[in-house]
């Protein structure tokens, strides 16, 4: 990205988001920023939506693919742009806003895995995965969307999607709309340990959701979901501990753009030309 700047002459700054104390008085403080090309996965937008009000930001917010899983990248490139629902999630531990997905259950204890993996890559979910299956302990869980409300038995995950895709590519909630303020609920239920990985399988291509009596999809606005006892949950791969409630509605609104070279080029020059 510096290389494509220099090179087509566009000033530019750069900095990490991580050493800047207070990224709102920052971006205040430097009035000749137009545009913000973020860099990073779908922890650092999560890290990025969680330590600044993204909706006071007046800037805009153009996206690049960095990092290993770009989940949300792979709907918003789909678009090109998007004026993003964004999520809260309250949990018994800590509440915590999302982009793309949350949920508990193994996808949370696998995003818990990678993010302590010395050796992350493309496969690393795909091998954690493996990891999870082998350690989960199923569960029943109580899901409530819109008031309406059910019960799950042998569960082994409950993902809340905004984005269509988790786990760097696995087409989750294949009718997941990010402009929405509904929310895609898929619960895994009535299985065991050798029909879960089966799924995860099956999750890459969307075809897990023709499996009606192992796999619920559900969509809603207000989302509520109660386990027993406490497991790992995730929120765009940041992962909590201690979790056994979760309470989802939307957040706030915000425009996000895909970065694209071509696109970038003949906007500044519109811009140039008045």
């Given at each position: 990205m510096v290389k494509f700047f220099k090179r087509k002459q566009i000033p530019f700054i750069l900095r990490s988001t991580l050493k800047i104390e207070n990224l709102a008085h920052y971006l205040e403080s430097n009035s000749q920023i137009t545009d913000i090309l973020y860099l990073g996965g779908d922890g650092s937008i999560n890290y990025l939506i969680n330590s600044v009000d993204i909706s006071q930001v007046k800037q805009r917010i153009y996206l690049a693919k960095s990092g290993s899983g770009n989940d949300f990248l792979r709907s918003l490139k789909r678009v090109g742009s998007a004026n993003v629902s964004i999520g809260e999630a309250r949990t018994n531990v800590q509440s915590t806003k999302f982009i793309n997905g949350c949920g508990i259950g193994i996808d949370a204890l696998v995003s818990h895995y990678v993010n302590n993996d010395s050796k992350k890559n493309k496969l690393s979910y795909f091998i954690n995965v493996f990891?999870?299956?082998?350690?989960?302990?199923?569960?029943?869980?109580?899901?409530?969307?819109?008031?309406?409300?059910?019960?799950?038995?042998?569960?082994?995950?409950?993902?809340?999607?905004?984005?269509?895709?988790?786990?760097?590519?696995?087409?989750?909630?294949?009718?997941?709309?990010?402009?929405?303020?509904?929310?895609?609920?898929?619960?895994?239920?009535?299985?065991?340990?050798?029909?879960?990985?089966?799924?995860?399988?099956?999750?890459?291509?969307?075809?897990?959701?023709?499996?009606?009596?192992?796999?619920?999809?559900?969509?809603?606005?207000?989302?509520?979901?109660?386990?027993?006892?406490?497991?790992?949950?995730?929120?765009?791969g940041e992962v909590i501990e201690g979790v056994n409630?979760?309470?989802?509605?939307?957040?706030?609104?915000?425009?996000?753009?895909a970065f694209n070279k071509k696109k970038i080029l003949k906007e500044l020059k519109t811009r140039e030309n008045g």
């Open positions: 990891r999870a299956v082998i350690k989960y302990e199923r569960t029943n869980l109580e899901v409530e969307v819109d008031g309406v409300s059910r019960t799950f038995k042998d569960a082994y995950f409950v993902a809340v999607q905004n984005g269509k895709f988790f786990g760097g590519g696995m087409n989750i909630s294949p009718n997941a709309n990010i402009e929405e303020d509904q929310y895609v609920v898929c619960v895994a239920h009535n299985l065991n340990k050798f029909l879960i990985q089966l799924l995860f399988l099956s999750v890459y291509v969307g075809l897990h959701t023709k499996i009606k009596k192992r796999v619920t999809m559900l969509k809603g606005k207000e989302i509520t979901v109660k386990i027993p006892e406490s497991k790992y949950f995730q929120a765009d409630e979760i309470h989802v509605n939307k957040c706030i609104s915000r425009e996000f753009i």
